[in-house]
């Protein structure tokens, strides 16, 4: 079993939709937790990182962790064509030297 | 502009015969990591450096050698490589300061096919 899984979609939304990714996890010691962003024959970037539990917005996007679930999320509110990509969640323990990726949700925002 | 830069973008070569991706970034980065992506397994990492001269093991390194002589450079090498080795290769670097170090900065990626 993967420590992270992730459904790999793809998940297909219209123009305007709230867009809804999750990943859970098995173990217990990650304390950070990250989204990042990858375009079709792109590099990973990095969109939202939060500490431990609680949510974290930024613009249109919010990333939630619930630690007691082993449970992240990432909303993305009026989606945007640009938005089309895969989206991967990615987390550490404290002194980590790697991060664990989850294996990524493609998402397609249609016009 | 900051960024990690990877070259080749892309590589077709055949078995046993070395290589090397090289992989600078301008950031002035104290940590570097190499990555390979494949369809169902995801990000792994392959080996990292803290700092100069300190580089480590990952989670896949078979088959693969790291240097990082230079803080700008961390190159890949495959002194024989084999057609297992074939998938699309990241660098990423990051600062080696508290949480920044969980923000990595990736290259545009290496995708190498091994025949």
């Known amino acids: 079993q993967k420590e992270v899984e992730q459904d790999p979609g793809p998940l297909s939304v219209p123009e305007g939709a709230i867009v809804s990714l999750n990943c859970t996890y098995s173990n217990s010691a990650f304390q950070y937790f990250m989204w990042y962003r990858q375009y079709s024959r792109k590099g990973p970037e990095l969109l939202m990182y939060?500490?431990?539990?609680g949510n974290k917005e930024d613009g249109r996007f919010t990333a939630q962790v619930d630690k007691s679930s082993k449970y992240i999320s990432l909303f993305i509110r009026d989606s945007q064509p640009s938005d089309s990509a895969t989206y991967l969640c990615?987390?550490?323990?404290?002194?980590?030297?790697?991060?664990?990726f989850g294996g990524g949700t493609r998402v397609l925002v249609k016009p | 502009e900051a960024q990690v830069t990877q070259n080749p973008r892309y590589l077709i070569t055949v078995t046993g015969k070395k290589l090397t991706v090289t992989c600078s970034q301008n950031?002035?980065?104290?940590?570097m990591s190499w990555y390979r992506q494949d369809p169902g397994l995801g990000l792994r990492q392959i080996y990292y450096?803290?700092?100069?001269?300190?580089?480590d093991k990952g989670d896949v390194p078979e088959g693969y050698k790291v240097s990082r002589k230079e803080k700008r450079n961390f190159p890949l090498i495959l002194e024989s490589p084999s057609p297992n080795q074939t998938s699309l290769y990241f660098c990423?670097?990051?600062?080696?300061?508290?949480?920044?170090?969980?923000?990595?900065?990736f290259g545009s990626g290496t995708r190498l096919t091994v025949v």
């Open positions: 990423a670097s990051s600062p080696n300061s508290g949480d920044s170090i969980y923000g990595y900065t």
């Open positions: 939060t500490y431990s539990s």
């Open positions: 950031m002035n980065h104290e940590y």
């Open positions: 450096s803290m700092n100069v001269e300190v580089t």
């Open positions: 990615a987390m550490s323990p404290p002194g980590g030297n790697k991060l664990t």
